[in-house]
């Protein structure tokens, strides 16, 4: 029986196709494992770069180009398109075995002959050339071939290297691409995947070639196989990783283990694909969780488009951290009452005054959080030696004396009164689980993992048994947007030397990323493992227009400039559920909301709805993690606004503390405008926000 193999440009096309072809195609590639007997046409074409293209017939307007094996059953469709594109496709391109990889490669050798005498007259005229600093030999190492190598050494700029992405096999430009952005090429060479450039390849063997393009070339299983993937045709991710993310996904670790990357790198892919794989080997339990509810929702959804299998998808438990814990709690205890805010601000001021403390509540809070829960301090001694990293105030014995009597009749006042926070609910539920020799869970997949206070950490350890993958972390402290500052190691998480790093984005152009990436630049932030973290090296291959920056005399005048842009959006044809409005105040997302309904244009506030939609979404910046949108506008970024005054702690009260908290509204700011796909709009009224002044 004839087995088929997608490539991944395929689906991207597909996507774009209407409806009634969509199905024309997936009836027909349907109908392929069939073929002998139904007789899909394939004919020969005459003058083909390559003797096995043939051409199968989709209908009247449309061919398929597929490349036929040698020997055996193996087909591989190449590309679908329009009767004469299709053909002309198949005189232009060749297909090649990358050196280094290989893997299978096409490149536009017609289009390449053409352009290169415009390349060579442009290298004339400077003596700027942009692989200078790379010798022949790591070239050749990274997989450029001699027909590549002469048109890599005639570049002078990456303008020119962007325009011959379509044309130059793709792994060779993936390699040129990560050169010219700074990597060196040890850092290319791993990203090309490791484990697969020591196999002494055939540079002739086609078939084998397509075998190891796990990346760019899927084999379909069948029809129902097929379907699956044609029914999800922009959900590539599903199907195609890069060598780093599969490299991830399937590699064994002897314990913890975790993914970094900037934003939009496929962090969650890898996530979603490690605890699936998981889920496909092991009859234990896979907790993937995460800290709020949108992005849990999410990964319910991606977990759900991976999971064909109802077994393996039961065995897959989403759950939001949060409930993850109460419901622990609850099983022992029941339902705990909870201090309100406003009822913890009181204990702290009564106990500041019965006391007579030079201390502020905010301080004091801030303590009990950050240093004794952190540390799990539960006596006078083990407070006065336990570390005050990230607070700014020097504390004396005698301070510290006064600063323990605080926390010791904070936790008093709870227990007598059987209050709780969410803090002591973790912490009791950290208290059972470490009780449980039967632990809940066989692996552990974490989403986000920066923004996860140290007992969410402990937790997360006592749900799992120690043991070869049993947990899995992925995270960018780069998208830091809540307070919790954790070394892994301190709670009892060791990850060095099974850390890996993702550079490529996929979500956002490479205009919007490094625009955004300017507003960290210089910027100390810790990698959660007592290392600094560093932004260099990611990159996007994609390129739109630069994000478009505007200030205005009054609010009502940004609302209204917003407003009239959202509309435009809407009118070149963007869906309404593609659009996202950040802001950093409530306030002046609800006068957004306000503004698009009187227009007329379908809009909720992300906080309230959940799940799929077909509105504008307006939130605030914190509730924009995990998602995406074609375009956004990041608005009200003023001076008054961002960053919001009532999060920074005061330089008087802690000068630590409170370059923390700007560097977390930084990362608030960065997390916004890294939602942006396509198009970024960032606004202000009056004064800029300090942050964008070097910007704009
Ligand atoms: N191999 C891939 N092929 C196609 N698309 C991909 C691939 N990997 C990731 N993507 C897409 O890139 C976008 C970002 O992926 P993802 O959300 O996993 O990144 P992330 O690193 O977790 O981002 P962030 O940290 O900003 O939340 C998504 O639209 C995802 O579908």
Redesign the pocket.
Known sequence: MPKLAIAKECLQQFGGLDKPLRDKITETLAKFEAATHTGIHMEKIADALNTRYRSIRINQFYRGIVLAPETGDAYTLLTVLPHDDAYMWARRRHLTVNRATGAIEVRDVTTIYETLPELVKAAEATPDRLFAHVNDADLTRLGIDESTLPIARTLTDTVQLDALKPVLPETQWDALAGLASGLSPEQVWSELGADIVDEPYDTDDLDAAVARSTDRIVLVDGPDDLMAIFAHPFA??RI???PT?QAVVDATFRGPARVT?G???????VALHRAHRLAQQTTDPVLVTTFTSTLTDSLHAGIKLLATSPEVLDRIDVQHLDKLTHQVFRDRHGVPKLLSAADETQLWSSIIERLELPFTKAFLAAEWRHVALAQRVSSAAEYLSAKRTGRGRRLGANQKAQVWRALWEFENALRERDHWTNETVCREATRLLEERTDKPYGHIVVDEAQDLSPEQWRLLRAAVPDGPDDMFI?G?TH?RIYRSHVSLREVGIKVTGRSSR?NLN??TTAEILGWSLQLLRGERIDDMDGQLDSIAGYRSDVHGMPPTTKGFGTQSDEVGYVADTVQAWLESGIAPGEIGIATRAKRLGTKMQDELFKRGVPVRSLEKAKGATDSVSVGSMHAMK?L?FRCMAVAGVGAKQVPAAGTITPVEEDVQTHDRDMQRERCVLFVAC?RAREDLLVTWSEEPSPFLVPLV
Do not use: F, I, N, S
Not at 263 to 269: D, E, I, L, S
């Open positions: 590539l991710w195609y990783l890069h993310q990357g934003p939009g790198t496929g962090k969650t892919v992925a960018d998208q993702l996929y979500r995990g995406e890294t």
